[in-house]
């Protein structure tokens, strides 16, 4: 049996302010890092001591990982970051505020680019200040391994072979692994671990701050499907909360939508879960 934690990174700014993010690489709110430092609180209440982390390469995901594990006095276990743990990338929309977007474009449109398994938002131009084509992060990657735009589904594709070449050899070498991630990368990988059918993912929201575990068995399958939050109270509220971001209040005054420029001012048959297809 193996133990897996799933850590969505605590809120950022850019979630407070209720803008698309994806692959744009801000900070944690101070929200965010209380957030953080919840997530190790119970991973401590609850005995739980990860041996590895597995997180992206966007500080969000990084600093939460950090922050959990210092609450833990566990900042010297190794961490492997990879880009194929990045958040959804949301192609034209990063930078652009929810609200807006939605009044803009209309509800449907909205929650298609938003929460369709497999349909994509515009993608990005290189030249857009908000592109990653130039960051020094994914210098060794490929151009065309860097997304312009993606969906669920593309995320899934690009995780997986993390899942199979790295997460799974720590687990089967007895490892309780922590994955520190985002929104969309976690949920690919629950679809993965429980089977999720692609209409059924759609209404899956992860909440920031609050560890997931599961139990897997030798295979890697979940011993209970969905795992179990650590705080489940409060993983209710807060999905909902996931769930709301976008709409529109009552009273609330049609702002433009930042332009690039300005968003980036704001910046300072299936296989067995642990085996690939043949």
């Not at 492997?80 to 939605?102: C, P, V």
């Not at 690009?158 to 199979?164: F, K, S």
């Not at 070498?173 to 692609?198: E, F, I, Y």
């Amino acid at each position: 049996m193996a133990t897996l934690v799933l850590l969505r990174h605590g809120e950022s700014v850019w979630n407070a302010e209720g803008l698309f993010t994806g692959w744009v690489d801000v900070d944690l709110s101070a929200k965010g890092e209380g957030e953080a430092t919840k997530g190790g609180d119970l991973l401590l209440d609850a005995d739980i001591t990860p041996d590895v982390v597995h997180t992206s390469l966007l500080k969000r995901a990084i600093r939460t990982a950090n922050i959990a594990l210092d609450v833990a006095d566990l900042l010297w276990i190794p961490v492997h970051r990879s880009w194929r743990l990045n958040e959804r990338h949301y192609g034209a929309l990063q930078g652009k505020n929810k609200a807006q977007t939605r009044e803009e474009f209309g509800e449907e449109q909205f929650m298609t680019w938003r929460r369709s398994y497999d349909t994509p938002p515009p993608p990005i131009k290189d030249d857009d200040p908000l592109s990653q084509v130039n960051d020094l992060r994914y210098a060794e990657l490929p151009s065309e391994l860097i997304p312009r735009s993606e969906c669920l589904a593309d995320v899934v594709d690009r995780l997986l072979p993390y899942w199979y070449d790295a997460i799974v050899p720590d687990l089967a070498a007895g490892k309780t692994v922590m994955v520190a991630a985002h929104g969309n990368s976690l949920r690919a990988m629950v679809k993965h671990l429980d089977d999720v059918s692609d209409e059924q993912i759609v209404g899956l929201n992860i909440p920031t701050g609050i560890p997931l575990v599961y139990e897997l068995d030798d295979d890697f399958a979940p011993l209970k499907r969905g795992g179990e939050y650590l705080d489940p109270a409060a993983a209710k509220a807060a999905i909902e909360a996931v769930k709301n971001q976008g709409a529109a209040k009552k009273g609330d005054a049609k702002a433009p939508a930042p332009s690039a420029k300005d968003a980036k001012s704001k910046e300072k048959g299936k296989p067995r879960r642990g085996r690939r297809n043949k």
